[in-house]
């Protein structure tokens, strides 16, 4: 059974940085495409990052271009976002997803989610 | 980048069918994926390719994709469909991203 288990969210302040976590199990976490998705407060979902099985390619939305970064370790199975500079408007629960297919496509396994709030 | 757009809600009565509709610039060249989330849980995938149906997923939840516009439908609608409902392409055009509609409200009547 897949697993996908994100941690390090909390709360934070406007310009701070925070490290997300998603510790992944029940499949070859070293062969899929993995990514993060948010989602605001009642709000939809907005996809914010994808990486590669290898590492070699990275993906980022506009919204989030040069002040996250995804990588990933795949001899612990493990799935990173480091966010910096972080905003009011950053304030999300981030999902951790894992796509079926060895290149991007969709996301058939999603974590629960950690929760994300920037505020003084 | 690539835009999907969907009606912010559908109402339908239990029994019948509903459609929920993703419009996008020649959508019909790319693959669709259709998401179900509940309150409070994370999304799961109903639809993908845009007809494939994963393991688990009820008959009644179907696909189509042509032209502007791609539908998910779901027929004999239960009450345990209420759900918001997400559109996702994988888009290929500039740096590459996935892209996900703003999300329809499925309400049960």
């Known amino acids: 059974e897949v697993q996908l288990l994100e941690s390090g969210g909390g709360l934070v302040q406007p310009g701070g940085s925070l490290r997300l976590s998603c510790e992944a199990s029940g499949f070859t976490f070293s062969s899929y495409v993995m990514s993060w998705v948010r989602q605001a407060p009642g709000k939809g979902l907005e996809w914010v990052s994808g990486?590669?099985?290898?590492?070699?390619?990275?993906y980022y939305a506009d919204s989030v271009k040069g002040r996250f970064t995804i990588s990933r370790d795949n001899s612990k199975n493990t799935l990173f976002l480091q966010m910096h500079n972080l905003r009011a408007e950053d304030t999300a629960i981030y999902f951790c997803a894992k796509s079926r297919d060895l290149v991007p496509s969709f996301f058939q396994d999603w974590g629960q989610g950690t929760l994300v709030t920037v505020s003084s | 980048s690539y835009v999907l757009t969907q009606p912010p809600s559908v109402s339908v009565a239990p029994g019948k069918t509903a459609w929920i509709s993703c419009g996008g610039s020649n959508i019909g060249t790319k693959s669709v994926h259709w998401y179900q989330q509940r309150p409070g849980q994370a999304p799961v995938l109903v639809i993908y390719y845009d007809t494939d149906r994963p393991s688990g997923i009820p008959e009644r939840f179907s696909g189509s994709n042509s032209g502007n516009t791609a539908n998910l439908t779901i027929s004999r609608v239960e009450a345990g469909d209420e759900a918001d409902y997400y559109c996702?392409?994988?888009?290929?055009?500039?740096?590459?991203?996935?892209?996900f509609g703003g999300g329809t409200k499925l309400t049960v009547l």
């Open positions: 996702q392409v994988w888009d290929t055009s500039g740096d590459h991203s996935w892209v």
């Open positions: 990486i590669v099985s290898g590492g070699g390619a990275t």
